[in-house]
């Protein structure tokens, strides 16, 4: 007896075992065509309820059994565990069917790789920096306050007393928001702190001092005992790494304007003369003006960067970002003047007057003449494979594809036109580069002037509107770069921001300028690299700039989870109700001017690697036009984003070319520097620019 009754225990136990074991089942969908609106959502049987699942896909909450807006054709893992600890692990994929999704789904995870590469931290890999972002308090806003809200929060009575431990959830205070009164509940478990006394005033939405600073909605503080780890909603720990493009572009940027002796501050009032055309030889070799050529390289980095860029890293890192993001701007100077001096000094020029100039040519015979034929030569190649490849992607789709999104926000007229558009679009752009860079140059000349005129006239209208406002918003600016609080990411954290919004968005260090400023008339090449200094300032120092003082202005900074360009758009709004009409069809022209500088870009690498026959020079314009259609037809995420990464790689070949030829640059300046003084140069007689401006 007692042996069957053992069987049956064990028995017994073993289907318990298997009706225990969790068992996970999934419906996996893709609703439409349209790119990462995939879904997968589980049904999970077995184990003891209730149930976590960690997703591989970071904004699915460590709750939920559905993750949505997921890549097709990209697997994605989850781990379920219930509350005994036992775990399952399952994989799931998303099938792809429209072309575009399979396009995307093979992109992202070559995109995933790039970017491992371009935002790899080399300080967090060696253990000398801590990427994780912590937090020591929780601080406790004002029910329902918002950052555009226009009421009077008053903190009528403390529910707690201050230093008493609370809990998530408990009642903290009464808080009256002109005259109706709400709770105030603790966000986090920890030691209460106050930021307000009882009957203060929380937050006036017509005390600029509040609109503008930092977290004034705040009532308490909630210490934890011990710094948390903040994590995304998968449970994965947020980080602030510190990329390595960044810190390529900003340590080259610091190198050059150290060994050039500063020439970003000391050449500043001379590259203003230059582009002026004070020093313009019109028998010079060439087929712009310094300006033209100036223009050119402008249209080519001032577009959405400036616009929703901006707005992206000035709600990441705050006010204080701005200040990182000058300085950035006028440490790329440097970079700009020595890639633009051996863009000229390096150019070919042939029998018709065409010039083929840029990093490709400086790269190859630069370092030729240094005996280092091989490096030159790969270096060459790898960076027009890169420039072509960046032309038809970032300067190309990607502000066909933004430029509709945002227009046909504004204009429900465009709404599902994106091919019309886009055939539209490729014609004007069709007209002006077939020209090539002299009628791209006389293009870009007229349009660059006038659409920062109205940028740069729109974003001062917002900050005189909102004059009383400068005090406390340069105070949040200097406080924000020096003592930001923790969920910023500290001072590293923000300054990151802050360099990295100005690298990307004025490209010094890329090379893509040099290619423009190589076709300028002149006999002295650093001539062109003393005009091309004036890029990083124009784009980062005045536009992205004022593009952050707009947003903190307007307290607009402290608005979260609100696209870029909305963002800046909802801000001049606020002060000038139609100037969002203006600002989309200034981001169109922004787009325009970018695509039509970077198709020169892009069939100067072409030509680089196929030859320089005007019938090369069309089949590469002919694939352009192809792709502006393309961007504006069809979201393609991933390959969009493939694309513009290849920018900043340009900066690999380019950087090290200039390390290299640095000393070379450095003797050019010193004798341009001499023929200046002694009077050596060309340059126009008074008569002559008297009459002209007669």
Not at 419 to 442: D, Q, R, T
């Amino acid at each position: 007896m007692r042996k069957y009754l053992l069987s049956f225990l064990f028995s017994f136990s073993i289907l318990t075992m298997v009706a225990q074991e969790l068992q996970v089942k999934a419906e996996i969908g893709n609703p439409s065509k349209v790119i990462n609106n995939g879904f997968i959502e589980l049904q999970v049987e077995g184990g003891t309820p209730p149930y976590q699942y960690k997703w591989s896909s970071q904004q699915t909450p460590l709750d939920s059994p559905r993750s949505e807006n997921l890549v097709e054709g990209v697997p994605y893992t989850v781990t379920v565990t219930d509350a005994a600890g036992n775990k399952v692990q399952e994989e799931f994929t998303v099938p792809a069917k429209a072309i575009t999704e399979h396009f995307n789904g093979t992109f992202a995870p070559i995109v995933e790789s790039m970017g491992s590469v371009l935002f790899w931290d080399p300080f967090s890999a060696i253990g000398i920096y801590d990427p994780v972002v912590y937090a020591d308090q929780k601080r406790v806003p004002a029910p329902r306050w918002t950052a555009t809200v226009d009421a009077k929060f008053v903190l009528k009575e403390w529910l707690q007393p201050e230093g008493t431990r609370v809990q998530k959830g408990d009642p903290l205070a009464i808080v009256s928001k002109d005259g109706v009164d709400a709770t105030a509940y603790a966000n986090a478990s920890g030691t209460l702190k106050y930021l307000v006394k009882e009957g203060g005033v929380i937050y006036n939405s017509e005390n600029k001092e509040h609109v503008i600073e930092q977290g004034a909605q705040y009532l308490a503080a909630i210490q934890y005992d011990e710094p948390i780890a903040l994590v995304h909603p998968n449970g994965d720990p947020q980080t602030k790494d510190i990329p390595f493009i960044v810190v390529w572009l900003v340590f080259g940027a610091l190198f050059f304007t150290l060994r050039m002796g500063f020439i970003n501050i000391r050449g500043f009032k001379h590259s203003l003369q230059l582009a002026r055309g004070k020093y313009d030889d019109p028998n010079a070799p060439g087929q712009v003006t310094h300006f033209q050529a100036l223009a050119t390289a402008v249209s080519g980095t001032v577009g959405l960067g400036n616009i929703a860029g901006v707005a992206v890293a000035v709600s990441l890192g705050g006010a204080g970002a701005t200040f990182w993001m000058i300085i950035a701007g006028l440490l790329g100077m440097s970079s700009k003047f020595v890639e633009c001096t051996l863009g000229v000094k390096y150019r070919f020029i042939n029998s018709e007057g065409r010039v083929f100039g840029g990093p490709m040519n400086y790269l190859r015979y630069g370092l030729e003449r240094r005996n280092m034929n091989g490096l030159g030569k790969f270096l060459a190649v790898f960076f027009a494979i890169l420039a072509i490849g960046a032309s038809f992607g970032g300067g190309n789709m990607f502000q066909a594809n933004q430029s509709f999104v945002i227009l046909a926000g504004q204009f429900p007229i465009l709404e599902g036109n994106g091919f019309i558009f886009g055939l539209i679009v490729a014609v004007i752009v069709g007209i002006v580069i077939i020209g090539g860079i002299s009628s791209i140059a006389k293009v870009t000349e007229k349009i660059v002037p006038i659409m920062a005129a109205v940028y740069v006239l729109g974003a001062l209208t917002v900050i005189f509107v909102n004059i009383e406002n400068i005090g406390p918003a340069f105070s949040a600016i200097w406080d924000g770069a020096f003592s930001p609080s923790a969920l910023k990411g500290g001072v590293i954290g923000v300054l990151i921001v802050g360099f990295q919004r100005a690298a990307f968005s004025n490209e010094a260090g890329v090379g893509s300028a040099a290619i423009a400023h190589s076709a300028a008339k002149t006999n002295n090449p650093p001539s062109e690299g003393f005009v091309s200094l004036l890029e990083p300032f124009i784009d980062t120092v005045v536009v992205c700039t004022l593009t952050a003082l707009v947003l903190i202005f307007t307290g607009m900074h402290e608005v979260e989870g609100v696209g870029g360009v909305e963002l800046t758009s909802s801000a001049f709004g606020s002060v000038i109700s139609w100037f969002p009409y203006v600002l989309a069809t200034a981001v169109f022209l922004f787009a325009f001017s970018t695509m039509i500088s970077w198709s020169y870009y892009g069939m100067r690498a072409w030509t680089y690697l196929f030859g320089k026959s005007r019938r090369t020079e069309l089949v590469y314009k002919s694939f352009f036009l192809v792709f502006v259609v393309v961007g504006a037809s069809v979201s393609l995420g991933a390959v969009l984003d493939f694309s513009d990464m290849m920018i900043l790689a340009m900066s690999f070949p380019n950087i090290i070319g200039l390390y290299i030829m640095s000393g070379e640059v450095k003797n050019d300046l010193n004798e341009y520097l001499r023929k200046l003084k002694s009077g050596q140069l060309f340059h126009k007689p008074e008569k002559e620019k008297v009459r002209k401006a007669s």
